[in-house]
């Protein structure tokens, strides 16, 4: 029988949908939930909650990816890491399972993980991760989001709003992001020194 869930609508972000399920929900419960609502952004909170978000705009589908492709480029030249794309599941060490528009994983922490746990959403801790935000995010969810990332003990993490032409950096010990307005490029530090992210490309794309 199919799970029944009781729904908290945000109504502050109708797309944006809050679902508590019961105790006995569990993890392998919660990957076939997301696989058999693919087309939908599906995360989980430490807390245990689903969150669910309604698929990404065109432009924001593009920004995405071309920031992924950039990093993953480089990575590819690096050798060190790996990058994987939004649509991939990470467990971070607090339980939440979230889904970074794009990370980099180094390749140590890849291989620690045994292939049968990879099929779903392993165990992972990304040192480096970006959020694009769309047009449907909040910038609080994203702010919180990203701090949950510090908080996990992710290095290094980028949040960018095309909206407002600002790059957000996120670092461990610091609540406030360094707010970057209009930069054409950004410079990676920390795990991901010699990445450089080419802004003045995509925005040039989306006009």
Not at 158 to 179: A, F
Request: aromatic fraction near 8%; proline fraction near 8%; hydrophobic fraction near 40%.
């Amino acid at each position: 029988m199919a799970a029944v869930f009781p729904l908290a609508l945000d109504v502050a972000a109708l797309e944006r949908v809050i679902v508590r399920p019961v105790d006995e929900f569990t993890d392998d419960d919660f990957f076939d939930f997301c696989q058999e609502h693919e087309l939908l952004r599906i995360e989980r909170n430490s807390a245990g909650e689903i969150i669910i978000m309604a698929p990404v705009g065109t432009e924001g589908g593009f920004a995405e990816l071309e920031v992924a492709a950039e990093l993953r480029d480089w990575a590819k030249k690096n050798g060190r890491g790996i990058v994987l794309s939004s649509s991939a599941g990470v467990t971070l060490p607090d339980k939440s399972v979230f889904s970074p528009d794009a990370c980099w994983i180094p390749i140590e922490r890849w291989k620690a993980v045994p292939p049968g746990k990879r099929r779903k959403f392993a165990p992972l801790l990304p040192a480096f991760v970006i959020e694009v935000r769309s047009p449907s995010d909040r910038r609080k969810d994203l702010h919180e989001k990203m701090l949950s990332y510090i908080r996990n003990g992710v290095e290094l993490g980028w949040m960018i709003d095309p909206q407002s032409r600002t790059v957000s950096i996120y670092k461990p010990g610091q609540e406030t992001p360094v707010e970057l307005n209009d930069p054409q490029r950004v410079k990676g530090e920390g795990p991901v020194t010699g990445f450089v992210l080419d802004l003045k490309r995509i925005y040039d794309q989306l006009g």
